[in-house]
Structures are given as structure tokens and as C-alpha cells.
């Protein structure tokens, strides 16, 4: 074992030491065995990665010495991190198909890869992590939607949304991408060609390999959820929106932007969409309908008492997401600057028009962050899409660590990230109730 004190510093605060001391063996004997050479910095840095996440360990295994540059110090730059993602999409299908596809499987997770060395470097945050692993995911589905020729139909327009946190420049490590694809058809008996492409196109995003997968995804967000039709016609879109719809189907439209498509199309479908979101709604029924659907989230999807749902559970990420919808819904008719699919910059402009108090937004940004970083730090292990933080004191020591919480005592670290976590969770319900039941 390296036995240089950055790296032993590293192994000390790994957020899951026994995975970081094994990995950094392996990794060492192999590079001896074939002669690969890193600085103790780059070293230090894999270490600190080592203990993160098993899925990125073995990405570096596997591709072994063609990973090493990604770790040295000239990387760990936000805006070399930015070229990198503004260079997948010189990706193309010269080739083959799958050649083609598998280079962007590797890119997109060499990418990942290196936002996450941002974090564990300090040089970038969450919130500059979310945006960049947003473009990252934007990125391919823009080659994807390449690649399967959707920008070359000349009988049918196209159009795909991004939903929920991919909408908001939000997402994160194991997210999935919420997803609505829209159709024009210009020339009849067309339509089963693009709903065989865009099947074709999920099908290769969700496929794992050895290299990793792309992204898992979800299009229950389309009209009529999973019993809808994979492709909706543009008509079809028009007439759902333009109907009466229950506060919630607006709240779900207040995270929605046009990524990838007909530049016709999509204005259309961006104009529908904030017509009919943002219209006149009678404040208290407003917040009752808001409050209700908020409670039912919670009692039906929170989990059981074993664990505490970060997201769904009470005081969680879904009163921070109700309570701006809330602001929206009530005030994006007359204030154009809310109409916005970020969570933090609704938050940010709601303060600037004095429609939320300085203290409830330092609040509730604190507590996102600190629920985004809690996230992340359980995604990251193994890419799976996990919300709920357990109870276990042993295994919630990782997560303690991941956050800041590096008391040599573990128990005491431990103690420290619950009581943080349950100090944010009744604030940031207080707050919801304050703004939001105020309101009835």
C-alpha cells in the first residue's frame, strides 16, 4: 500500500473505507504490473474516488490506463469538464451504429466521471455539479436523436421534453431521464416509422454493457402516463393541456422544456405550454389542492418507518418542489421571470419580488443542497436511482462522511448528519406550512 500521507489523508476520509483501501491495492499492483504511472495528487484524488463509488471503480478498471489523465490536476477545471461535454457531440455514425453508440456510452461516463472529481476536489458544488451532469445528459440525447435520424424526417416534425429535475438543470448522479416526445405529421401513414425510431432510440439508451448504460427512462410524464402512446401527436398535446387539468398535472408542466427538435414545433408546444400552466387560479383552493396531493405523496410513496425519504418524506425535497410550484401556479401569470424550471431560481426570484422572506429562502436553499448532496452521495455507489436514507447507524456512516460530517468518532459523525437532517426536515416543513396553508 502507498504509504504517502495525501494518500493516507484520502483513505482516512474515504466515505466507504474498506471499498477505497481494497480498490487502491488492486489499482496499485496493477500499475506496477503494467508499468502505468500517476502523481501522488492523481493518486489521492482515485483514492477519494475508490471510497465513493463501486460503479466508477470498476469503470476504471476497465478502462484501465486510458483513465489516468481524467485524474491529474490540469483536469480538475470546471470549463475543461464543459469541453469535454461540448465534444460528444462530435460524435457520429461513420461507422457503425453500435460503434458509434458504445463511444458515447464511454464518453458520457468518462464526463460523469469527471464532475464527480469536481465534487470530491472541491472546485465545483452541487448545484454546478446538477447543471453540468444536466448538459452532459442533454448532450445525448441530442447525438442519440442524431444518430437515429430524427433531425432528417422530412414527412413528420419532432419534438422531445425534458421533464422534472432533467427540465431544471437539476439532476444527478442516477437519474433518469423524464421524457415526452412530440409529433407533427406532415404526409399521412407516417407516423409508425418515427414511433418505430424513437422505440428503437430508448431501447439503445436503457441497454447496459461492460461500459455502463446511458440512462434509464421514464415516460410516465407523457399525457395519460403509461397507457399513452409513446409518440404524441402535436394535436393530441394541445387538446389534453387546453383542457381542464387537476392542479397537479400544472404543477408537473411547470418542469418542462423543449431539448432536441423542430424549432416549429417546439415554439408551439413551449407556447401551450405556459398559456395553459400559467393562468388565473383562486389562491386558497390553490394551496388546499397542493396540500392534498402533497399529504397523499407522502403517506402512499414516503416508505416505511425504517427509512426517511429524502424526496417524498415529510420535509423532504417534494415540500421544497410544492412550495415553489405554489408561487408559480399563484403568481407566473403576472410575473413572467417565475415561469421557470429550476427549483432554486424560482426560490431566488420569489425573493426578489417579495412574495418569500429572506430567512425561508436561505432555509430551503440550504436544505435542497444538503438533500442534493445526501442524494447524490447514495446514487453515486452504484448509479441505482435511491431516495431514502436508512435508519442503520452503521451504514449510515458513508453517507455521514460523503456530507461533511468526518468526526473521528464515527458514531458521533453519524449523530451529527441525523440531527442535521432532521433539524432541515421540520424547518423546511415549517416553512411549507407557513407560506402554503397561510394561503387557505
Known amino acids: 500500500m502507498n504509504k504517502q500521507p495525501e494518500i493516507q489523508a484520502a483513505l482516512s476520509s474515504a466515505w466507504h473505507l474498506d471499498t477505497a483501501t481494497n480498490s487502491l491495492e488492486r489499482w496499485l499492483e496493477l500499475s506496477e504490473q503494467e508499468g502505468w504511472e500517476m502523481s501522488v495528487d492523481a493518486l489521492t484524488l482515485m483514492t477519494a474516488l475508490f471510497g465513493a463509488s463501486w460503479y466508477f471503480t470498476r469503470f ?51 464526463v460523469m466521471l469527471s464532475v464527480l472529481l469536481l465534487q470530491l476536489g472541491k472546485v465545483a458544488d452541487q448545484e454546478q455539479a446538477e447543471v453540468l451532469l444536466t448538459r452532459l445528459a442533454e448532450n445525448v440525447l441530442i447525438v442519440m436523436y442524431r444518430l437515429f435520424g430524427l433531425d432528417q424526417l422530412e414527412t413528420i416534425q419532432c419534438s422531445v421534453l425534458a421533464m422534472g429535475r432533467f427540465s431544471g438543470d437539476e439532476m444527478n448522479y442516477g437519474s433518469d431521464l423524464d421524457l415526452i416526445f412530440i409529433e407533427k405529421v406532415l404526409i399521412p401513414d407516417s407516423k409508425e416509422y418515427i414511433v418505430n425510431k424513437v422505440r428503437k432510440m430508448l431501447r439503445y439508451i ?43 398535472e400544472r404543477q408537473m408542466m411547470t418542469r418542462c422544456r423543449v431539448v432536441v427538435g423542430d424549432e416549429e414545433l417546439s415554439e408551439l408546444v413551449k407556447d401551450a405550454v405556459l398559456n395553459n400552466v400559467y393562468a388565473g387560479y383562486e389562491i386558497s383552493y390553490l394551496a388546499k389542492e397542493i396540500i392534498k396531493v402533497r399529504l397523499l405523496v407522502e403517506q402512499e410513496l414516503a416508505g416505511g418507518s425504517d427509512k426517511i425519504d429524502l424526496k417524498r418524506g415529510k420535509g423532504g425535497v417534494m415540500d421544497i418542489d410544492f412550495l415553489t410550484h405554489f408561487l408559480q401556479l399563484a403568481y407566473g401569470a403576472k410575473y413572467p421571470q417565475l415561469r421557470n424550471s429550476s427549483t432554486r431560481q424560482v426560490l431566488r426570484e420569489s425573493l426578489k419580488l417579495n412574495l418569500i422572506s429572506d430567512k425561508a429562502v436561505t432555509v430551503l436553499l440550504e436544505a435542497y443542497d444538503f438533500y442534493k448532496k445526501s442524494e447524490a452521495a447514495l446514487r453515486v455507489f452504484d448509479m441505482k436511482s435511491i ?54
Not at 453517507?399 to 424547518?427: C, I, P, S, W
Open 60 to 110: 476504471c478498471f476497465y478502462r484501465g490506463n486510458k483513465i489516468i489523465g481524467l485524474f491529474e490536476s490540469d483536469m480538475q477545471d470546471v470549463s475543461v469538464v464543459e469541453t469535454s461535454l461540448n465534444e460528444l457531440k462530435n460524435i457520429s455514425s461513420n461507422g457503425s451504429l453500435d460503434e458509434a453508440i458504445e463511444q458515447l456510452r464511454i464518453q458520457k461516463n468518462e
Open 206 to 248: 436503457a441497454t447496459m454493457d461492460p461500459s455502463g448504460a446511458l440512462y434509464e427512462i421514464d415516460m410516465r410524464l407523457r399525457p395519460h402516463g403509461n397507457s399513452g402512446v409513446l409518440v404524441t401527436p402535436l394535436e393530441s398535446f394541445l387538446k389534453f393541456h387546453q383542457a381542464e387539468r387537476e392542479i397537479w
Open 387 to 440: 431516495s431514502a436514507v436508512t435508519k442503520d447507524t452503521k451504514t449510515l456512516l458513508p453517507l455521514a462522511r460523503a456530507t461533511g460530517f468526518l468526526n473521528n468518532d464515527h458514531d458521533k459523525a453519524v449523530a451529527e448528519y441525523q440531527d442535521r437532517l432532521m433539524l432541515y426536515r421540520d424547518r423546511v416543513r415549517q416553512t411549507f406550512e407557513s407560506i402554503v396553508h397561510a394561503a387557505i
